[in-house]
């Protein structure tokens, strides 16, 4: 009895149709794609995480840098105010003849020493401020006072320093709400440095202290004078480290370039802002925005 032989299977690899071979390219193809896809992001990652390390190495160094500028201008300070204090004293005895009359050269010179030392002693106490605002060591302490009291202060202040009667120095009755809560030392330092400056560049007129509550839960307080004014151009940088105008005046009265920089960012610290309006030849205003109550309080 004969067998039928099984029929032969013609579907093997060989006789795959052409769209399977198709299909297993186009699969092949992709699954090198993927594998280089994974591949290049393996590689990105590991750049990015490079890229971070790096980042945070200069951030650290950078830390450091500021830490120890902080720290050096801090130990610098201290150390300036021992001599200058001496400087001081002295001048002081000299010019109340505590050891004898002076000539009106000598009277003359002493004055200049005076002047210089105050000068150089604004600027430590100014550099000794921003060393403890930039490492974080200044501390806000908030409590409730009268603007007139703050503005009495201030008078008596500065009416020794008025040495000249064609300019005069006007503090005008507080208008709104006439109580604030906030740092009353830091407040006092920023109207100083406006009304310093302010005498600096007026010669004639007048410079006027105002503050208004704007009933929005902020106060203005304003020093306008009637000084030289200062070009538009550079209203930006006024309130930049160690920024001075370039003008014939400025050349004459030495300066740090500190006060203004360093009002700024203690009005920051009281939760405001501070500003400038001024026309060449006609005068200036400076003013801090600030919250009537201390925003942390």
């Known amino acids: 009895m004969s067998r039928t032989a099984p029929p032969i299977d013609e579907a093997g690899p060989a006789a795959q149709s052409p769209q399977a071979l198709v299909d297993a390219r186009r699969v092949d193809e992709l699954e090198k794609s993927v594998a280089l896809l ?7 990652n590991q750049g990015v995480v490079a890229l971070y390390a790096e980042l945070d190495d200069r951030a650290e160094q950078l830390r450091q840098a500021n830490e120890l500028k902080s720290r050096f201008l801090s130990y610098m300070s201290h150390e300036f105010r021992t001599p200058l204090s001496s400087i001081l ?7 109340d003849r505590l050891d004898g009359p002076l000539s009106d050269e000598q009277e003359k010179q002493v004055h200049f020493i005076s002047n210089s030392a105050m000068e150089l002693t604004e600027m430590v106490d100014d550099l000794l401020d921003l060393a403890k605002i930039e490492a974080g060591r200044i501390v806000v302490s908030p409590d409730w006072f009268e603007m007139v009291d703050l503005f009495s202060a201030l008078r008596g202040m500065f009416k020794p320093i008025l040495s000249t009667q064609a300019v005069s120095l006007i503090f005008e009755e507080p208008t709104g709400e006439t109580r604030v809560y906030t740092d009353h030392s830091k407040l006092a330092q920023i109207l100083r440095n406006f009304i310093s400056n302010a005498l600096k560049f007026t010669q004639k007129g007048e410079i006027r202290v105002t503050a208004a509550a704007d009933g929005e839960g902020f106060v203005t307080f304003a020093v306008i004078d009637t000084g030289v004014g200062i070009a538009a151009e550079h209203h930006g940088a006024l309130f930049q480290d160690f920024v001075q105008i370039d003008t014939p005046i400025q050349k004459r009265w030495r300066g740090t370039g500190l006060g203004l920089s360093l009002s700024k960012r203690l009005a920051t610290l009281l939760g405001g802002t501070v500003g ?5 030849g006609v005068g200036s205003r400076f003013y801090v925005r600030i919250p009537t109550r201390y925003p942390d309080a």
Request: hydrophobic share 40%.
């Open 38 to 44: 994974s591949l290049e992001l393996e590689q990105t």
């Open 89 to 95: 004293s002295i001048t002081r005895i000299l010019l």
């Open 276 to 280: 400038v309006e001024s026309e060449l």
